[in-house]
């Protein structure tokens, strides 16, 4: 597996190693001693399907708080998406800092995202399906999400989103996020 370090700490891609022959591939996807060894140690508990049926659906950017803060380890099994995460953590040199990358089903990159980051997607196709780890259960109680336009981020998003849920489109900007505990 070869692990690319981004500008963000913590937040990494990981091109998993893919063996092909003429019935098709086969890739590891998750191996807790690999990861370990590429410095990321962590313990998943939920496992977590989603599809999206129309290009330009964005999800995102969410996140959760503590104590229910969640790393996440995402790829796409069908389709394409461009990938979101933002340094939430209060007091960061890399504070309202983005990455974004592709991830498909032809690419096999998967991406980490520590906690302390908001995390979202638009799809670039039809028919997109995201599967992703992650190290803590989903709490409503501690949900949180961000407007995925915030100009004090400015995410270059390949287009604008054609679907978007009602809460991710009322979604408040970050500065008016007050609730934040992610400390550096």
Request: charged share 20%.
């Amino acid at each position: 597996m070869k692990v690319i370090e981004t500008k963000l700490p913590g937040v990494r891609i990981l091109e998993p190693q893919v063996f092909g022959d003429a019935r098709g591939w086969f890739m590891e996807s998750w191996s807790q001693k690999k990861m370990e060894n590429a410095g990321i140690h962590v313990d998943f508990v939920q496992d977590n399907h989603s599809f999206s049926a129309e290009r330009g659906t964005l999800r995102g950017l969410h996140y959760q708080l503590n104590p229910m803060a969640q790393a996440k380890l995402l790829r796409v099994s069908r389709g394409a998406v461009f990938d979101v995460a933002v340094d939430i953590r209060c007091g960061s040199p890399t504070y309202a800092q983005w990455i974004g990358i592709e991830l498909s089903a032809e690419n096999y990159r998967q991406l980490f995202i520590p906690r302390g980051f908001a995390h979202g997607f638009i799809t670039l196709t039809d028919n997109v399906e995201v599967q992703y780890k992650a190290d803590n259960l989903y709490a409503p109680d501690c949900d949180g999400n961000i407007r995925w336009d915030d100009p004090a981020i400015g995410v270059a998003w390949p287009f604008t989103p054609v679907v978007l849920s009602e809460k991710d489109a009322i979604a408040p900007s970050l500065a008016e996020r007050t609730e934040l505990n992610f400390v550096y």
